[in-house]
């Protein structure tokens, strides 16, 4: 995202004082990735083990993705007065109407449940290492969203993230002839399915991105940390409502009890491994509002596709998956393309022009 012009009027005396990195807070922001960098990896990898050991349910895969947001309102109800107070004493302009605010959530929880929709059939469909490495396109479709709705300037570096990813799927897709999915389904039903439901998903997904920090921008004018909390918790109770409606509708409701008793590793550990997932994409929630809290949510969303390049090296560890030549180098170019973009944020937050207003931020809170 370009960088806003620089306020040459002196500022509060609470945003005055920059956030100085001490030991704390270098644990904090350690401690804040690790959370993002485990939730995600091991939510992907048990999902991975639950359709190997016969599940088979992309809807129930897709829920849990989002029902454990109950956890989030304790840090809701904690920083919400504080947040209220503040922007009392700071006169800000009247916040947005309810039916705005109830058509943001609606609209983009529905956005979230149909991205989690999809990526459980590309899970479903593919190894998982060619899963996470299609997903890196994510990042190529962030920088093209961002370019058109965030006003986001198309660097070199982040040229050079979009040709390498590109390459990359390319890669995947011409090497799926040798490939042996993990159904015994055709390739021509691999591609629809697998390629193209992931594909689509990190479309979604950047889009998502996207129109969240536009509403930020535009409509919410601004972004303290219970805004955020808001934002994650009214649009997870939006994407479970429609991925449960969606699951009694297919009629797989019917089925989980069946699924559960032929389930490989038995009914307790269906029950302990849907858990599981559940809570590690909750970890990584908690995760992503800290390092919004502690940095920006540009960052968070950066260290959020972090774990992308490193779930193929653990899925042929511990899933035996196969890793030819072909995948090799999509795995590299995958990697080289992400620092290229991680890299060019890196240098976007820390322009001086920036500190200002990610000690903004943090105030506001």
């Not at 601004?222 to 409502?241: C, D, H, K, P, R």
């Amino acid at each position: 995202m370009s960088a806003p012009p620089v306020d040459h009027h002196p500022p509060p005396l609470s945003s005055a004082i920059p956030r100085t990195p001490n030991k704390n807070w270098w644990l904090r922001m350690a401690t804040h990735t690790l959370c993002v960098l485990f939730g995600q990896t091991a939510a992907t990898l048990l999902g991975r083990l639950y359709y190997s050991k016969g599940g088979k349910s992309v809807w129930l895969t897709s829920l849990v993705e989002t029902v454990g947001f109950p956890v989030l309102i304790p840090f809701y109800i904690h920083f919400k007065p504080l947040t209220y107070h503040h922007s009392t004493q700071n006169n800000r302009t009247n916040p947005p109407s309810i039916l705005i605010l109830s058509s943001i959530y609606v609209s983009l929880g529905a956005l979230q449940s149909l991205t989690s929709i999809l990526y459980s059939i590309g899970l479903f469909y593919l190894p998982l290492s060619t899963f996470s490495l299609i997903s890196t396109t994510q990042l190529a479709f962030n920088a093209f969203f961002a370019f058109f709705l965030n006003a986001q300037k198309l660097t070199p570096l982040i040229v050079n993230s979009l040709v390498l990813l590109t390459i990359s799927t390319v890669l995947l897709v011409l090497q799926s002839d040798s490939e042996e999915t993990q159904v015994g389904i055709s390739r021509k039903r691999y591609l629809t399915l697998g390629f193209v439901c992931t594909v689509v998903a990190s479309a979604l997904y950047s889009l998502g991105l996207s129109l969240t920090q536009l509403s930020f921008q535009k409509v919410l004018k601004g972004e303290t940390f219970t805004m955020v909390l808001n934002m994650i918790i009214y649009q997870s109770l939006v994407a479970s409502i429609v991925t449960i409606l969606a699951l009694f509708v297919s009629g797989q409701w019917n089925d989980l009890q069946g699924e559960m008793a032929s389930f490989q590793l038995g009914k307790m550990a269906y029950l302990v491994i849907l858990f599981s997932i559940a809570a590690a994409w909750q970890i990584a929630t908690i995760g992503g509002v800290g390092l919004i809290f502690e940095v920006s949510s540009l960052f968070s969303n950066v260290i959020s596709t972090l774990a992308l390049p490193i779930i193929p090296i653990l899925a042929v560890v511990i899933f035996r998956e196969k890793m030819n030549g072909m995948k090799v180098i999509a795995t590299v170019l995958a990697i080289w393309g992400f620092a290229s973009y991680v890299y060019q944020h890196y240098l976007d937050e820390s322009r001086p022009e920036n500190v200002r207003e990610v000690v903004d931020e943090v105030s506001e809170t």
